[in-house]
């Protein structure tokens, strides 16, 4: 297979030490319940206001390597008329692109989902190409269930169409973030989380390999192992890099790039505090850092409210989150 340098340089910039992504590719309906913790109506404006705070914040690109838009926002522009990926370009920040169409039910398969947004892929990815965006995002769900969920079928189906969206990524010169979901609601234990994320990064992996897509230009998005939410006994940030850590040395081959997190819905102080016990572990075979959305965006929202006099210390408030997660990464907190 002949390999496509310019994905490491991109893989390179993202995994940059000390630096990590955000995550600001909500959908425009996702985008409203943010907006909604705020008693923002989810209206254009609001989305585009809060998007310009976000990725004209001076001095972020001390601490992002990269911003992940939905479609809207890559094509959105700020009240002086930038794009917002020339506006990420201009300041050495990698524009990024959510491509999946999120999720849909599945007959006769009870609380699973498989995520769609294949079709057109390639078009799109051109499109996308000639907007700016050098990276891209794929998400797959995966709830937990006691012994039924996930399905090996649904496993194996889900991973089976992400290979295939990271095979269209790299043959657009875009690397692919791959990011396999486990969701953190519901009472399951650590080890339950444990077993199943393992489960689930090995038959990725193996899909991936089998289907030949290109390790070394390609970045695991994953969750944190945690308990479920309702569990009765919440897991400490050692126990969870433990977990987290054992789960990738048994299912993540050394030549994948690097490794990044999602936050998944715990508080951003937690997140944060995780990310730094995993760092303390010492150094792994893969750069691992962050691409947060709820736990940056959150602290933000609140300085910001919708109100213009609060964009100054709403910027202040993203620029203080990325800090936090950038020494978390390092272990430095
Ligand atoms: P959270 O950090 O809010 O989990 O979002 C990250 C993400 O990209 C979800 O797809």
């Known amino acids: 297979m002949k390999k496509n340098t310019k994905l490491y340089e991109t893989v390179a910039a993202l995994l940059a030490p000390g630096k990590g992504i955000l995550a600001a590719d909500e959908s425009d309906g996702t985008a409203g319940l943010r907006l909604a913790m705020v008693n923002l109506p989810n209206e254009p404006e609001n989305r585009q206001d809060f998007r310009e705070i976000l990725f004209t914040a001076p001095g972020i690109e001390e601490y992002l390597s990269g911003v992940i ?5 890559i094509r959105n522009f700020t009240d002086d008329g930038v794009a917002f990926p020339d506006v990420l370009t201009a300041s050495g920040i990698v524009p990024g692109i959510k491509v999946d169409l999120g999720t849909r039910e599945i007959h006769g398969f009870k609380g699973e989902v498989v995520t769609q947004g294949l079709d057109n892929l390639t078009e799109r990815f051109a499109d996308y190409y000639n907007l700016g965006a050098r990276f891209a995002k794929w998400r797959m769900v995966v709830n937990i269930d006691e012994d039924d969920t996930p399905t090996d079928e649904i496993l194996k189906m889900n991973c089976v169409m992400m290979t295939r969206y990271a095979q269209i990524a790299q043959e657009a010169g875009i690397v692919p973030i791959v990011e396999p979901e486990v969701i953190h609601t519901g009472d399951h234990s650590l080890e339950l989380a444990e077993k199943v994320t393992t489960k689930t990064l090995q038959i990725l992996f193996s899909t991936l390999i089998e289907y030949k897509v290109d390790l070394q230009g390609l970045i695991l998005k994953s969750s944190m192992v945690l308990a479920g939410d309702k569990y009765a006994e919440q897991t400490s940030p050692e126990a969870v890099a433990n977990a987290t850590l054992r789960t990738f040395h048994m299912s ?24 730094n ?47 936090a997660n950038s020494l978390a990464s390092l272990g430095k907190l």
């Not at 838009?69 to 926002?73: A, G, P, Q, T």
């Not at 936050?263 to 997140?271: F, V």
């Open 252 to 275: 993540v081959p050394h030549d994948c790039a690097g490794i990044v997190f999602l936050s998944g819905g715990q508080t951003p102080e937690r997140s944060t505090k995780n990310l």
């Open 69 to 73: 838009m939905y479609d809207s926002s």
């Open 277 to 323: 016990a995993i760092a303390k572990m010492g150094e792994q075979p893969w750069p691992i850092t962050y691409s947060f959305s709820r736990a940056i965006e959150e602290p933000v929202l609140k300085a910001w409210g919708g109100k213009k006099e609060n964009e100054d210390k709403a910027k202040e408030a993203l620029l203080e989150a990325c800090k």
